[in-house]
């Protein structure tokens, strides 16, 4: 289902308010929010280029909100500054930020209609009534909800109310838009389509976006980088490649996606580099291979480091098998695309594990 059908036949430009495309970086300078002891934001530097889709994830409480919070201007930091190219918006009150915002719950004005929603930050620009009408109406038809304009919220679904709010956020045609969990309400597939839609809609407007998840795979599919917060900093910015094969520390490496500590008490663990001091060594489920334990070695087995355990799990996944290795005081995980002819392996039978050496990483503790 595409919820944007029209979206092509209206070039960007013609949609826009801005004349000129607004230039729109965003900088946190070293950031900082107490609530009483606590700090929810805790020295945050961070440069967000204009254009760039950038996805918050961290767990629930890591400070994600308050980032966002912090920017649009409804709460003000304790310590740093927040620039939007270039200068500092300190003194700037929300309303004058000129940011498109869905909130965590998609906080619709209960009280007023679909239309009168999609009004609301076109009045607050100022712009004429006639006007207003056109474009609410253009953006109806653009989100499919065209015989919707005169419901309130509460006789919407989910997933409607979380097209109004895009809507909304995107009607004045702000160089910023601010996303908190913005598909958090919804189900699987209804989530997946939206987040195609998300990812189209920043292609075609090319908005700087920031949008808060907890969802990794969310934050994996939209982001040109991702932000990993825990405890109120930023434990690691990357792409999300880069952030998925290279993390720095266990956190980043258990939070996006499963990850094989490897204990040095279990076996002797071979890597071409030297292991750096209060790191452990990391292999990723996929990069492991799983055979039989008579199974005739491997023509790049110099490459490889081998172990043999005890298979204690196997769960089917999709097009995925998910194996559960008992290696020494070790759990490995082994996961690997069902292929016919793969052989399987049940609990309690005998298996060699195999990895590259080259596939092992040190993260930080
Ligand atoms: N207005 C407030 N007053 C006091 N403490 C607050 C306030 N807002 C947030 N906090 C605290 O700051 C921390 C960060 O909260 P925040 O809402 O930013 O987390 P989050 O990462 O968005 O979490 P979630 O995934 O659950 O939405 C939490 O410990 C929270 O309890
Ligand atoms: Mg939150």
Redesign the pocket.
């Known amino acids: 289902m595409n919820l944007y059908p029209n979206l092509s036949q209206f070039s960007s430009k013609e949609f826009a308010l801005n004349e000129d495309p607004v230039a729109a970086q965003i900088e946190f300078r070293r950031v900082t ?1 107490m ?2 002891p ?1 700090a ?2 805790k020295d945050v530097s961070l440069t967000v280029r204009q254009g760039e889709f950038v996805t918050i994830l ?12 912090l920017l649009a201007g409804f ?1 003000a930091p304790s310590s740093g500054d927040i620039l939007i190219s270039g200068r500092s918006v300190a003194a700037v009150p929300s309303y004058r930020r000129d940011q498109g915002i869905v909130f ?1 719950s998609y906080a619709l004005f209960p009280h007023l209609t679909v239309r009168r929603n999609l009004e609301f930050p076109l009045e607050m620009r100022g712009m004429r009534a006639a006007d207003r009408v056109k474009r609410v109406d253009q953006m109806l038809e653009r989100v499919h909800l065209a015989e919707f304009g005169d419901r309130m919220p509460a006789q919407l679904s989910g997933g409607q109310q979380q097209r109004v709010a895009l809507a909304r956020a995107l009607i004045a045609d702000p160089p910023i838009l601010l996303l ?2 913005p598909l958090g309400a919804l189900d699987r597939n209804l989530r997946e389509q939206m987040q195609g839609e998300i990812k189209r809609l920043h292609r075609e407007f090319g908005k700087t976006t920031i949008c ?1 998840t ?1 969802d990794q795979e969310e934050a994996l599919t939209l982001s040109d980088r991702i932000v990993v ?1 825990r405890a ?1 900093q930023i434990e690691q910015t990357d792409t999300p490649e880069a952030l998925y094969d290279r993390p720095v520390t266990r956190f980043v490496a258990n939070f996006l996606g499963e990850a094989n500590i490897l204990e040095v008490h279990d076996f002797q663990i071979e890597t071409g580099a030297a292991q750096p001091s209060g790191t452990v060594a990391m292999v990723r489920p996929e990069r492991v291979c799983i055979a039989g334990s008579g199974a005739p070695k491997r023509a790049d087995a110099e490459q490889r480091q081998s172990v043999t355990g005890k298979v204690e799990d196997m769960i089917y996944a999709g097009p995925l098998r998910r194996y559960q290795v008992r290696v020494g005081g070790s759990m490995l995980i082994v996961r690997e695309h069902v292929a016919s002819g793969r052989q399987t392996f049940k609990a309690g039978e005998e298996v060699c594990l195999d990895w590259l050496r080259s596939d092992v990483r040190f993260v930080e503790r």
């Open positions: 929010k609530y009483g606590i929810a934001v961290g767990p629930s409480g890591s400070g994600k909100t308050t980032a966002l919070m709460a965590q908190d969990e808060v907890h917060m109120g």
